[in-house]
């Protein structure tokens, strides 16, 4: 179930040393570097936990630490972000039982503890948008703090092998994974930046003049950030759709197929079903087909490939049906995936009866949209608006990237749904507007920032901008 | 439903509909030398096509314009069809009765030089068989995908778009 071969990625090289966990006390080979689930998964367990009321089996879902689906008890600790949690040796790993139990010899850690880290910019989320707000926040003279929950940099680019379109200028031709390394070696070699993995962005406060940012590092150490300015660059979180049997284990988002194939290595399954014919669901299953994995069928419930062409020709052309107008009616098996029921549906989005079809899969793959990561935004207090054009609730915000709350800023995801060559350019707006906001950067740097605006424009020009442009008239203030 | 575009109800496009997006290149052009066919009918945000051409060949009034390569300046580089991060651009030329069709091949194995392939049109359905004649390997390829040309009867020329490398 771990690749081996692949035409873009190299795992041989990339894996770590080999040890040993253990789930329900049985023992899982495991590769220093990769997350809990991902072991559990290569060895072929699907099943995380039973739900506590009808005792449903549940699995993987985001890969990326954004739901709970993943939660597991390890070492004794219970409630643990499998997902994003790194295997280390003779690791003990058990499924949850109903309401799990803190043992009575782990103390939670105490507030007077806390480590207290102090720099002039919090970043929250090391993505695309966090990364160049970093690069261009110290480059202005700032000094960074950067911090992401998972245990690398790079966000989603991490699991992007497909090349990036845009100018050249911006890593257009240039594979997500080649940006992801770029951009991570841009920000390790600025010294008056410092980075904290693992580290995940509980609470957002105002303290007088200062912004708080309480986290938690490795599930377990209470840190405190403090700076004169935030910028939050949490990404975004995958949607889910309404239907019969949509908690299996197999039914993942897109994402979190990427993150296991991609990122590291293991095989997702067999056979696949894909939802959704955006750019995620059509680049999806060339990286499945690239990984040696069957896609049997993309459905879309529009009448229209909702994706660039170019994408769906890709798939196409290496036999791939699309159907549109059609949907997911029921995932089937008893603890896993093991049948997609999908049907055509009517101009009023009704299933029309007789049209069924079943696909033998043991994955779907949900890719129908993703909704913006704001929870530290709207605890902070952030005005906050509805706006379907961006992929659901955002904060208002200025051309500068700035909140309805001084010396907070956004980029990328979380300021609405786009892609990640947006996200870039909205990192280095933000960044460099929170520089000149706290005095630490010259007025030259609002040079920097006019050019991303100009470049933002045209990026959104075409029809495909239509729509983000729209939600962007609803959200931008000035 | 009509103003939907076939092509993005299906997700792939006809040779007719390609005819209506671009010119494509007439016989004799075709056989002087390779020629570079954008199959990108949609307005997106991209450039590297545009940027790479060393003779200027690829035109696009702006990044979200349809690229149409100038036949007359293109001189068969293939640099384009490297680049392409949609794998969009193919390359054609005429040689005696074959065809020659370059294609970017992101998939394991790589071909051979001189092997025989199943050639796959833009649905996937296999329609022939074809040789490989050059490979350039992901390292030399500017756009870190590997390109291979393919001869296969002259008739394919404007259907086969990808090849499954079959190997005991």
């Given at each position: 179930m771990r690749l081996t071969e692949h035409p873009v990625l190299d795992?041989?090289?990339?894996?770590?040393?080999?040890?040993?966990?253990?789930?329900?006390?049985?023992?899982?080979?495991?590769?220093?570097?990769e997350t809990i689930v991902m072991a559990l998964h290569a060895a072929g367990i699907r099943v995380l936990g039973y739900s506590v009321h009808k005792h449903r089996p549940r699995g993987l879902f985001c890969a990326i630490g954004k739901c709970s689906s993943c939660l597991m008890t390890v070492n004794g600790i219970p409630n643990v972000r499998t997902c994003i949690t790194l295997v280390e040796e003779g690791m003990d790993i058990r499924m949850q039982q109903e309401k799990p139990i803190l043992p009575k010899n782990a103390k939670p850690p105490e507030w007077r503890e806390a480590e207290k880290v102090s720099g002039d910019i919090v970043i929250i989320g090391g993505g695309p948008a966090g990364l160049m707000a970093a690069i261009n926040a110290a480059d202005a003279g700032a000094k960074v703090i950067l911090l992401d929950e998972n245990p690398m940099l790079g966000g989603q680019l991490v699991k992007q092998t497909h090349k990036f379109f845009g100018k050249r200028e911006q890593f257009a031709g240039v594979r997500g994974i080649k940006i992801a390394e770029i951009l991570e070696e841009e920000v390790r070699k600025r010294e008056n930046i410092e980075i904290f993995l693992e580290t995940s962005a509980i609470m957002l406060l105002q303290d007088g003049d200062e912004k708080l940012v309480v986290g938690v590092r490795k599930n377990k150490e209470l840190v405190e950030f403090r700076g004169k300015a935030v910028i939050v660059a949490t990404g975004a979180m995958e949607k889910m759709i309404p239907f019969e049997?949509?908690?299996?284990?197999?039914?993942?988002?897109?994402?979190?197929?990427?993150?296991?194939?991609?990122?590291?290595?293991?095989k997702p399954g067999d056979r696949v079903l894909i939802v959704g014919a955006g750019n995620v669901g059509l680049i999806l299953a060339y990286q499945l087909i690239q990984a040696g994995v069957e896609v049997r069928a993309i459905v879309e419930a529009m009448p229209k490939i909702g994706g660039y062409f170019v994408h769906a020709a890709k798939v196409r052309?290496?036999?791939?049906?699309?159907?549109?107008?059609?949907?997911?009616?029921?995932?089937?098996?008893?603890?896993?995936?093991?049948?997609?029921?999908?049907?055509?549906?009517?101009?009023?989005?009704r299933p029309i009866p007789g049209t069924e079809k079943v696909f033998d899969v043991d994955v779907i793959a949900l890719a129908v949209g993703l909704r913006p990561s704001i929870e530290l935004l709207h605890q902070v207090g952030c005005q906050i608006k509805y706006v379907p054009e961006l992929g659901g609730h955002v904060v208002i915000r200025d051309s500068r990237m700035e909140t309805t709350i001084r010396g907070i800023f956004v980029a990328g995801d979380s300021a609405g749904i786009e892609e990640a060559t947006t996200a870039m350019l909205e990192g280095k707006i933000a960044g460099i507007a929170a520089a000149?906001?706290?005095?630490?950067?010259?007025?030259?740097?609002?040079?920097?920032?006019?050019?991303a605006q100009?470049?933002?424009?045209?990026?959104?020009?075409?029809?495909?901008?239509?729509?983000?442009?729209?939600?962007?008239?609803k959200v931008v203030v000035e | 439903m009509?103003?939907?575009?076939?092509?993005?109800?299906?997700?792939?496009?006809?040779?007719?509909?390609?005819?209506q997006v671009i010119e494509l290149p007439s016989e004799e052009r075709l056989r002087r030398r390779p020629v570079a066919i954008p199959e990108c009918p949609q307005e997106i945000p991209c450039t590297p096509c545009k940027e790479i051409c060393p003779t200027n060949a690829v035109l696009m009034e702006n990044p979200n314009a349809i690229p149409i390569v100038d036949y007359e300046?293109?001189?068969?580089?293939?640099?384009?069809?490297?680049?392409?991060p949609g794998l969009a651009f193919f390359m054609v030329h005429y040689v005696g009765d074959k065809a020659r069709v370059t294609m970017p091949h992101e998939l394991?194995?790589?071909?051979?030089?001189?092997?025989?392939?199943?050639?796959?049109?833009?649905?996937?359905?296999?329609?022939?068989?074809?040789?490989?004649?050059?490979?350039?390997?992901?390292?030399?390829?500017?756009?870190?995908?590997?390109i291979i040309t393919v001869e296969m009867p002259i008739e394919l020329a404007w259907d086969v778009r990808a090849v499954r490398v079959v190997r005991e």
């Open positions: 795992f041989q090289k990339k894996r770590g040393r080999k040890i040993t966990i253990y789930f329900e006390g049985q023992p899982v080979e495991a590769y220093e570097g049997g949509n908690d299996l284990p197999g039914v993942y988002g897109a994402g979190a197929i990427q993150t296991l194939m991609n990122t590291y290595g293991v052309r290496l036999g791939v049906p699309i159907l549109t107008r059609h949907t997911i009616l029921r995932a089937e098996g008893k603890e896993k995936v093991e049948r997609a029921v999908v049907a055509q549906i009517d101009e009023r989005w000149l906001e706290i005095s630490s950067a010259s007025p030259e740097w609002l040079k920097e920032i006019e050019k100009k470049e933002l424009d045209e990026f959104r020009a075409g029809p495909f901008g239509r729509k983000v442009l729209e939600g962007i008239k | 009509s103003e939907i575009p076939h092509y993005l109800r299906e997700g792939f496009i006809t040779v007719e509909e390609l005819r300046k293109c001189i068969g580089c293939s640099l384009c069809v490297q680049i392409c394991l194995p790589v071909p051979k030089v001189g092997e025989e392939v199943v050639l796959l049109n833009r649905v996937g359905e296999e329609v022939g068989k074809g040789k490989v004649i050059t490979v350039v390997p992901r390292e030399k390829s500017k756009g870190d995908t590997p």
